[in-house]
């Protein structure tokens, strides 16, 4: 599995991250956690056939607060109906 | 659409247009489904993901601007036509009855991707072409020359003209023969 593949056997976190960037300045984010190491994360904000197309680095020493949101949590808009 | 509030994270499954420069058009019948994660947003016709967003900076933009809607840093903005739950797609299917080969001027929604913007609305697009096709959830256009109708904008889109482009038919406002 690439990098920047979402994982279809163990089902990828969704994470919220506030962090602090280069500039200084505190932002926040949401997305898939794509790739984790020692020094940064990767998280993923979207995908095509589970290739994500957007994603950020963000180094681990820059993180101020990241939660893992359980899938009741996730608002599902555009889902196909069943 | 939720009742719950803008810091909601979202997960939003939806239908883009896509070309190409090769002549593998004829290779799909459905457009691959998209999925972005992010703050969503409702505004007229579009919902806006937002992936990253600063609360605390108004890089020189009117306050008021920063007020009511806050500062995307980097984001999508898909037309409510385009997410998946919206596509009646046998309906759609025969609505589209120009013969294949035919010149056509489609106008259509574009999926706008914003980075460092205020701006909360898709485009709308033109594109001239020949109709190569009409797959289940989208039609193929070649020799497509596309330009921006709403925002009215210079160039074409891509730069460098593709052989084809795909583009769903929940997204076309109006198609018509040349």
């Not at chain 1, 956690?33 to 904000?45: C, N, P, S």
Request: charged share 25%; glycine share 6%; proline share 5%.
């Amino acid at each position: 599995m690439s990098e920047v593949e979402y994982d279809n056997k163990n089902k990828n976190s969704v994470a919220e991250i506030f962090f602090r960037a280069s500039d200084g300045l505190t932002y926040q984010c949401a997305g898939v956690l794509l790739h984790v190491t020692d020094k940064k994360i990767r998280v993923a904000f979207n995908a095509i056939d589970n290739i994500a197309r957007d994603y950020i680095d963000i180094a681990k020493k820059d993180v101020i607060r990241m939660r893992e949101l359980a899938e009741q949590e996730i608002l599902h808009v555009g889902a196909l109906s069943q | 659409m939720s009742k719950r509030g803008t810091n909601e994270v979202s997960n939003v499954k939806y239908v883009d247009a896509h070309y190409g420069y090769g002549s593998d058009f004829a290779d799909i019948d459905t457009l691959p489904i998209q999925e972005a994660y992010g703050y969503i947003e409702k505004s007229g016709g579009d919902i806006t993901v937002v992936f990253i967003k600063s609360p605390k900076k108004f890089f020189g933009w009117p306050r008021s601007v920063f007020r009511r809607r806050g500062i995307i840093i980097k984001g999508l903005v898909i037309p409510q036509t385009n997410l998946v739950s919206c596509v009646q797609v046998d309906d759609l299917y025969e609505s589209i009855s120009i013969p294949v080969n035919a010149p056509i001027t489609v106008l259509w929604h574009n999926v706008l991707h914003i980075a460092n913007l205020p701006r909360r609305n898709s485009s709308l697009m033109r594109t001239e072409g020949i109709l190569a096709g009409v797959a289940k959830d989208h039609i193929v256009v070649t020799n497509p020359s596309t330009t921006w109708e709403v925002p009215k904008q210079v160039g074409q889109h891509p730069e460098k003209p593709p052989s084809f482009y795909r583009i769903p038919i929940v997204a076309i406002k109006r198609i018509q023969r040349r």
